[in-house]
């Protein structure tokens, strides 16, 4: 029987997908499902289909997984913020390990998969989140007031009374700070909470305001303490959303890099220096590049304010940078790789290839270009040894993730299926 778009059928679920959605199957098509979970039987209905993918709305749970739970806020579901609320938490942990295996398997051609560790849950799983952007709106009696994008439907702005994963407990949608057309950007640091407005392309529009007096900042510096150092800021620059993971996260760090005294440790994408500065007296110096000119300045104030004098900070792109290493002949004996979620180009993989680092961190927030990344290193001669998974961001679909590979020799790397293709 044909599937068509609009009808409802039943369907048992086979697999959580990355992305959020539960999976399941009918005349060889895959179907997407929104709110499910692994083991389900749902009414659903068909909404749009792309090649041999269908997509669907939940109608019905018509027997609920054991890992189903009643969802702890009253937005989840027309939110697009949160995707696992429905899901007990240590599932949530479990699916990630499997979404990451078969990404290794599948996207990476891993043959052999490394010692994936158990990922490590967030000690906050709600009000862990150090910033919410807000939408501006008008009511149909005029009123102004903020919210979030109805999921699916971005142009519709829903009242934001209450968000249960932020730091702060509020009426948001209430916020009488406003300027014409612009988002509201609420963050949480380690001092007192501020706000300031971007526009839709994220190009900052104004100063920040301390949240509670309404009283403006200038061009203060905000910071953040941790693994007993304070890392200045600026207020619109970027750190991890949830604070109460990142000592844990500095740990597993330097437990992969086992950092000795002579060695050279190279920070790329290093933005204001977190990772090289907790590490940095430890090692004999610390190279760190990011193509950010303003996050270079706060790691050299940073470096300066925790009294290290062998760290050495430019703004550059990786691939150059990293280009002018080989040049030199420099050799760094620890490279920490933490690039934005569309991964490496091509130029910084082989660049990094052909430096040679004894022991390679690659960190990511997005697992399928780790993945691409991880084969490429394993082609050229680096064992992927060990794959540390944390959850920054409880209840979504979203998981970081720390890697270990180690440079065994060229030919000599993690096996994959485009390695055994051209041999």
């Not at 937005?75 to 479990?94: A, D, S």
């Not at 309404?214 to 750190?239: H, I, M, P, T």
Request: glycine share 8%; aromatic share 12%.
């Amino acid at each position: 029987m044909a599937v068509r778009i609009g009808d409802e059928i039943v369907l048992d679920l086979v697999d959580n997908a990355f992305g959020g959605e539960a999976v399941g199957r009918i005349n060889n098509l895959v179907i997407f499902v929104p709110f499910a979970i692994k083991g389900e039987k749902v009414r659903v209905k068909i909404i749009s289909k792309k090649r041999r993918m269908l997509f669907a709305d939940l109608l019905e749970v018509i027997e609920p997984s054991p890992e189903r739970q009643e969802p702890f806020c009253k937005n989840f579901g027309r939110c697009g913020g949160c995707q696992y609320q429905h899901i007990k938490y240590p599932y949530q942990l479990e699916i990630f390990v499997k979404q990451l295996k078969d990404l290794l398997i599948r996207t990476g051609g891993f043959l052999e998969l490394p010692e994936i560790l158990p990922a490590l849950p967030s000690p906050k799983t709600t009000h862990y989140r150090n910033r919410i952007d807000l939408h501006p709106a008008v009511g149909e009696a005029g009123e102004p007031y903020y919210g979030f994008c109805l999921r699916n439907a971005p142009k519709t702005i829903f009242p934001l009374t209450e968000c249960p994963i932020f730091a702060l407990e509020d009426d948001f949608s209430k916020i009488p700070m406003r300027m014409e057309d612009k988002l509201l950007v609420l963050r949480t640091h380690s001092g007192e909470p501020y706000y300031y407005f971007k526009d839709n392309h994220n190009v900052v529009s104004s100063k920040p305001y301390d949240y509670k007096t309404k009283e403006s900042l200038g061009d203060e510096d905000v910071f953040y303490d941790f693994c007993g150092l304070r890392f200045f800021n600026s207020y619109s620059g970027f750190f991890q959303v949830n604070p109460s993971l990142l000592e844990t996260f500095a740990k597993v760090v330097r437990d992969f890099a086992q950092p000795k005294s002579d060695d050279l440790l190279l920070d790329v994408y290093c933005g204001a220096g977190f990772f090289g500065l907790t590490l940095a007296k430890e090692v004999k110096k610390v190279l760190g590049v990011e193509i950010d000119p303003s996050s270079i300045a706060y790691a050299k104030k940073n470096a300066e304010a925790a009294g290290f004098t062998n760290c050495e900070y430019t703004a550059d792109f990786a691939e150059n940078f990293l280009k002018g290493l080989l040049e030199t002949g420099v050799k760094p004996d620890i490279c920490i790789l933490d690039p934005p979620r569309t991964g490496l180009t091509n130029k910084a993989v082989s660049a990094v290839k052909h430096l040679e680092p004894k022991r390679l961190i690659y960190i990511s927030c997005g697992p399928p270009t780790f993945a691409r990344d991880a084969a490429k290193f394993a082609n050229a001669g680096y064992q992927l040894s060990k794959i540390q998974p944390l959850d920054l961001f409880p209840h979504t679909k979203h998981f970081e993730l720390i890697s270990l590979f180690e440079w065994k020799g060229k030919g000599l790397g993690s096996p994959t299926k485009s390695a055994e293709s051209e041999e």
